[in-house]
DNA sequence: GTATATAATAGTCAAAGATGGTCAATGGAG
DNA sequence: CTCCATTGACCATCTTTGACTATTATATAC
């Protein structure tokens, strides 16, 4: 039987054939199906989910929006899977920054995202014995604004 | 949705289009939109603080105005440190949001790495009950790999 | 001329409005 | 029974407004 869960699915994915991305309001799709709000949501986190290929962003308060878009996985079938199954629950620096350089000599990031990305998974980034979280992002941050401006005049930051 | 405060934060970026500093009515621009004068500050507060890389003067009483002044380069000699001390060592997601979309407006940076830093810096890839560092990393690194993989075909990656 | 009142601005802050998110309890299909 | 689906109460976040306050220029009183 057609639960509603498949319906709204199948509203969203239709909504998406052409644009790869949309956005909808929650409480707007719920009222279309008569549902609760949240129910929107359960078909989201069920059906659109990263796994599922998809990210969603939203916002709340007045004009808020729920965004859903869709990732692309280019020649290789499950290509960001296959990624994210590398990099599991846990992952050290060396194999993350492995995966990096990779990514980088498959020209699918540039010079400058590869750096980004290895600063901020750096074990000098991250390796603080910290528990407030602001001060952790803060070390994150730090690291990659570091790594974008280091070499300010050495990049053509105007042709990127 | 475009919402009043999206309109009028759009309206005063198209005046600054031109110059670096803009002056203006707060009760005239309340009026232009229909709405409270208190408005105008709320926008203020929020799309051009100076983390967003403005600064505000105004003046009361009659010949009233607030000046929007766009903050340059020029305007700070070292600005990596200069980045790096408004950061500091705690940092909420806000802002730092704030200075990565700032950089990013700046051409700074490109769309794909303003990206990339936000999602390194997400509470999602952070806010973490953590332990063990590996583990964090994962989070961050994931979070990194589908933002950058998120929208292939929009993306001209062989330009880059 | 100075002091004072009045008008013309802008600022602050807290409350209300408008969305979306989470989670635990409940329902229902196989 | 068990698992997926659905709901609703409660929470979080963003926007808009309005009452009250602060500051400045100008007119008026003396």
Known sequence: MAQLSDNIEQFIKELMREDA???LRRNELAHHFGCAPSQINYVLATRFSVDH???IESRRGGGGYVRIVRMTTR???NFLDTLLNRVGNSV???TANAIITNLNERKMITDRE???M???VSR???ALPISAKDVL???VFKNMLIQAFKNLEEDERDDV
């Open 124 to 126: 000098n980034a991250l």
């Open 118 to 120: 290895r600063s901020a």
């Open 21 to 23: 991305h949309i956005e």
């Open 92 to 94: 050290n620096e060396e």
């Open 53 to 55: 290929g998809y990210i």
């Open 114 to 116: 590869a750096a980004l």
């Open 137 to 139: 992002r803060a070390a």
């Open 75 to 77: 020649d290789e079938p």
